[in-house]
T-cell receptor, first 113, second 111 residues
Framework: DTAVSQTPKYLVTQMGNDKSIKCEQN?????MYWYKQDSKKFLKIMFS???????INETVPNRFSPKSPDKAHLNLHINSLELGDSAVYFC????????????FGEGSRLTVL | DAKTTQPPSMDCAEGRAANLPCNHS???????VYWYRQIHSQGPQYIIH???NNETNEMASLIITEDRKSSTLILPHATLRDTAVYYC????????????FGQGTELSVKP
Protein backbone atom coordinates (compact mmCIF):
# COMPACT_ATOMS: atom_id res chain seq x y z
CA ASP A 1 0.00 0.00 0.00
CA THR A 2 1.24 3.46 -0.87
CA ALA A 3 1.87 5.48 2.29
CA VAL A 4 1.02 8.91 0.83
CA SER A 5 -1.03 8.85 -2.33
CA GLN A 6 -2.09 11.73 -4.54
CA THR A 7 -4.59 11.90 -7.35
CA PRO A 8 -4.42 12.74 -10.12
CA LYS A 9 -0.75 12.27 -11.04
CA TYR A 10 -1.16 14.44 -14.12
CA LEU A 11 -3.59 17.25 -14.74
CA VAL A 12 -3.78 19.41 -17.86
CA THR A 13 -6.34 22.20 -17.87
CA GLN A 14 -7.15 25.60 -19.28
CA MET A 15 -6.59 28.95 -17.63
CA GLY A 16 -9.51 30.08 -15.54
CA ASN A 17 -10.66 26.58 -14.62
CA ASP A 18 -11.04 25.25 -11.07
CA LYS A 19 -9.34 21.99 -10.16
CA SER A 20 -8.64 19.84 -7.10
CA ILE A 21 -5.84 17.51 -6.11
CA LYS A 22 -6.52 14.89 -3.47
CA CYS A 23 -4.12 13.42 -0.94
CA GLU A 24 -4.51 10.52 1.44
CA GLN A 25 -2.04 9.03 3.92
CA ASN A 26 -2.37 5.66 5.63
CA UNK A 27 0.47 6.14 8.09
CA UNK A 28 -1.67 7.38 10.96
CA UNK A 29 0.18 10.71 10.95
CA UNK A 30 -1.37 13.79 12.48
CA UNK A 31 0.19 16.43 10.21
CA MET A 32 -0.13 16.87 6.45
CA TYR A 33 1.35 19.37 4.03
CA TRP A 34 1.24 20.69 0.50
CA TYR A 35 4.49 21.66 -1.22
CA LYS A 36 4.91 23.22 -4.67
CA GLN A 37 7.89 22.50 -6.90
CA ASP A 38 8.26 24.93 -9.76
CA SER A 39 10.14 24.63 -13.03
CA LYS A 40 13.37 25.66 -11.32
CA LYS A 41 12.93 22.70 -8.96
CA PHE A 42 12.58 24.79 -5.82
CA LEU A 43 10.37 23.00 -3.30
CA LYS A 44 8.28 25.42 -1.24
CA ILE A 45 5.81 24.71 1.50
CA MET A 46 2.31 26.04 0.92
CA PHE A 47 0.16 24.70 3.77
CA SER A 48 0.39 22.51 6.81
CA UNK A 49 -2.46 20.96 8.77
CA UNK A 50 -2.23 19.33 12.18
CA UNK A 51 -5.25 17.32 13.30
CA UNK A 52 -7.38 19.06 10.69
CA UNK A 53 -6.30 22.53 11.81
CA UNK A 54 -4.32 24.88 9.60
CA UNK A 55 -0.94 25.61 11.22
CA ILE A 56 1.20 26.87 8.33
CA ASN A 57 -0.12 29.09 5.57
CA GLU A 58 2.70 30.55 3.53
CA THR A 59 2.24 33.43 1.13
CA VAL A 60 -0.05 31.67 -1.27
CA PRO A 61 -2.79 33.34 -3.37
CA ASN A 62 -6.21 32.86 -1.85
CA ARG A 63 -7.20 31.03 -5.04
CA PHE A 64 -5.56 28.06 -3.29
CA SER A 65 -7.70 26.53 -0.58
CA PRO A 66 -6.72 23.42 1.34
CA LYS A 67 -9.38 21.26 2.93
CA SER A 68 -8.83 18.54 5.50
CA PRO A 69 -11.97 16.46 6.07
CA ASP A 70 -10.07 14.20 8.47
CA LYS A 71 -6.54 13.52 9.66
CA ALA A 72 -5.84 11.14 6.78
CA HIS A 73 -6.84 13.50 3.96
CA LEU A 74 -5.70 16.90 2.76
CA ASN A 75 -7.07 18.14 -0.52
CA LEU A 76 -5.97 21.18 -2.48
CA HIS A 77 -8.49 23.17 -4.45
CA ILE A 78 -7.34 25.82 -6.90
CA ASN A 79 -9.70 28.41 -8.36
CA SER A 80 -9.23 30.45 -11.52
CA LEU A 81 -6.07 28.68 -12.59
CA GLU A 82 -3.24 30.77 -14.03
CA LEU A 83 -0.26 29.84 -16.19
CA GLY A 84 2.05 30.37 -13.23
CA ASP A 85 0.27 27.66 -11.28
CA SER A 86 1.88 25.06 -13.52
CA ALA A 87 4.10 23.00 -11.24
CA VAL A 88 4.40 19.69 -9.46
CA TYR A 89 2.46 19.64 -6.20
CA PHE A 90 3.60 17.29 -3.47
CA CYS A 91 1.61 16.16 -0.51
CA UNK A 92 3.48 15.02 2.60
CA UNK A 93 2.74 13.82 6.09
CA UNK A 94 4.54 13.50 9.39
CA UNK A 95 3.89 12.70 12.99
CA UNK A 96 4.10 15.74 15.25
CA UNK A 97 6.21 13.81 17.74
CA UNK A 98 8.67 12.65 15.09
CA UNK A 99 12.00 14.25 14.33
CA UNK A 100 10.87 16.15 11.26
CA UNK A 101 10.72 13.12 8.99
CA UNK A 102 8.37 13.92 6.18
CA UNK A 103 6.84 11.26 3.96
CA PHE A 104 6.09 12.60 0.49
CA GLY A 105 3.67 11.45 -2.15
CA GLU A 106 4.72 10.96 -5.77
CA GLY A 107 3.51 14.37 -6.85
CA SER A 108 0.79 15.74 -9.09
CA ARG A 109 1.98 17.54 -12.20
CA LEU A 110 -0.35 20.39 -13.06
CA THR A 111 -0.10 22.02 -16.49
CA VAL A 112 -2.16 25.12 -17.17
CA LEU A 113 -2.56 26.02 -20.84
CA ASP B 1 15.55 29.53 9.82
CA ALA B 2 19.19 28.92 9.00
CA LYS B 3 20.13 28.59 5.37
CA THR B 4 22.40 26.03 3.80
CA THR B 5 24.95 26.07 1.00
CA GLN B 6 25.63 23.02 -1.13
CA PRO B 7 27.60 22.47 -4.34
CA PRO B 8 25.17 22.38 -7.27
CA SER B 9 26.49 19.09 -8.64
CA MET B 10 28.87 16.22 -7.94
CA ASP B 11 29.93 13.03 -9.64
CA CYS B 12 30.76 9.75 -7.97
CA ALA B 13 31.95 6.41 -9.33
CA GLU B 14 29.70 3.45 -8.68
CA GLY B 15 30.83 1.48 -5.64
CA ARG B 16 32.80 4.38 -4.19
CA ALA B 17 31.78 6.52 -1.26
CA ALA B 18 29.85 9.69 -2.07
CA ASN B 19 30.62 12.56 0.30
CA LEU B 20 28.16 15.43 0.03
CA PRO B 21 29.11 18.61 1.90
CA CYS B 22 26.80 21.22 3.37
CA ASN B 23 27.54 24.54 5.03
CA HIS B 24 25.13 25.92 7.61
CA SER B 25 27.18 28.54 9.40
CA UNK B 26 24.14 30.34 10.89
CA UNK B 27 22.59 27.25 12.45
CA UNK B 28 21.19 27.86 15.92
CA UNK B 29 21.53 25.60 18.94
CA UNK B 30 18.14 23.93 18.68
CA UNK B 31 18.14 23.34 14.94
CA UNK B 32 18.67 19.92 13.47
CA VAL B 33 20.40 19.03 10.20
CA TYR B 34 18.19 16.98 7.87
CA TRP B 35 19.04 15.31 4.60
CA TYR B 36 16.50 14.37 1.97
CA ARG B 37 16.92 13.24 -1.60
CA GLN B 38 14.73 13.43 -4.67
CA ILE B 39 15.13 10.88 -7.39
CA HIS B 40 13.96 12.16 -10.76
CA SER B 41 10.16 12.45 -10.99
CA GLN B 42 9.61 11.12 -7.49
CA GLY B 43 8.73 12.73 -4.18
CA PRO B 44 11.54 13.67 -1.80
CA GLN B 45 12.71 10.90 0.52
CA TYR B 46 14.01 11.33 4.06
CA ILE B 47 17.55 10.03 4.57
CA ILE B 48 18.86 11.00 7.98
CA HIS B 49 19.01 13.79 10.54
CA UNK B 50 21.22 14.84 13.47
CA UNK B 51 21.75 17.53 16.07
CA UNK B 52 25.42 17.41 17.00
CA ASN B 53 26.48 13.78 17.14
CA ASN B 54 27.37 11.77 14.08
CA GLU B 55 24.56 9.51 12.95
CA THR B 56 24.35 6.37 10.85
CA ASN B 57 21.45 4.39 9.48
CA GLU B 58 20.94 1.83 6.74
CA MET B 59 21.05 4.49 4.05
CA ALA B 60 23.86 6.83 5.02
CA SER B 61 26.08 8.43 7.63
CA LEU B 62 25.93 12.03 8.76
CA ILE B 63 29.05 13.74 10.05
CA ILE B 64 28.50 17.09 11.78
CA THR B 65 31.50 19.25 12.67
CA GLU B 66 32.06 20.15 16.29
CA ASP B 67 31.06 23.78 15.74
CA ARG B 68 27.97 22.53 13.81
CA LYS B 69 28.64 24.95 10.98
CA SER B 70 28.94 22.23 8.38
CA SER B 71 28.10 18.61 7.78
CA THR B 72 28.76 15.81 5.33
CA LEU B 73 26.40 13.12 4.14
CA ILE B 74 28.20 9.92 3.27
CA LEU B 75 26.78 7.22 1.03
CA PRO B 76 29.32 4.47 1.70
CA HIS B 77 28.93 2.49 -1.53
CA ALA B 78 27.10 4.56 -4.10
CA THR B 79 24.99 2.76 -6.70
CA LEU B 80 23.40 4.04 -9.89
CA ARG B 81 20.09 4.22 -8.01
CA ASP B 82 21.59 6.84 -5.70
CA THR B 83 21.62 9.35 -8.57
CA ALA B 84 19.38 12.12 -7.25
CA VAL B 85 19.23 15.66 -5.91
CA TYR B 86 20.31 15.71 -2.25
CA TYR B 87 18.94 18.42 0.01
CA CYS B 88 20.58 19.55 3.22
CA UNK B 89 18.10 21.39 5.46
CA UNK B 90 18.28 22.86 8.92
CA UNK B 91 15.21 23.25 11.04
CA UNK B 92 13.76 22.94 14.50
CA UNK B 93 12.60 19.67 15.97
CA UNK B 94 8.82 19.44 15.80
CA UNK B 95 8.69 22.32 13.37
CA UNK B 96 7.21 19.82 11.00
CA UNK B 97 6.83 20.95 7.44
CA UNK B 98 8.54 24.27 7.96
CA UNK B 99 11.66 22.78 6.42
CA UNK B 100 13.10 25.05 3.76
CA PHE B 101 14.47 23.16 0.80
CA GLY B 102 17.31 24.85 -1.08
CA GLN B 103 18.66 23.96 -4.51
CA GLY B 104 20.44 20.85 -3.29
CA THR B 105 23.30 18.91 -4.86
CA GLU B 106 22.66 16.90 -7.98
CA LEU B 107 24.65 13.71 -7.49
CA SER B 108 25.42 11.64 -10.56
CA VAL B 109 26.69 8.14 -9.89
CA LYS B 110 28.53 6.85 -12.93
CA PRO B 111 29.41 3.25 -13.86
Amino acid sequence: DTAVSQTPKYLVTQMGNDKSIKCEQNLGHDTMYWYKQDSKKFLKIMFSYNNKELIINETVPNRFSPKSPDKAHLNLHINSLELGDSAVYFCASSQESSHGELFFGEGSRLTVL
Amino acid sequence: DAKTTQPPSMDCAEGRAANLPCNHSTISGNEYVYWYRQIHSQGPQYIIHGLKNNETNEMASLIITEDRKSSTLILPHATLRDTAVYYCIVGRYNQGGKLIFGQGTELSVKP
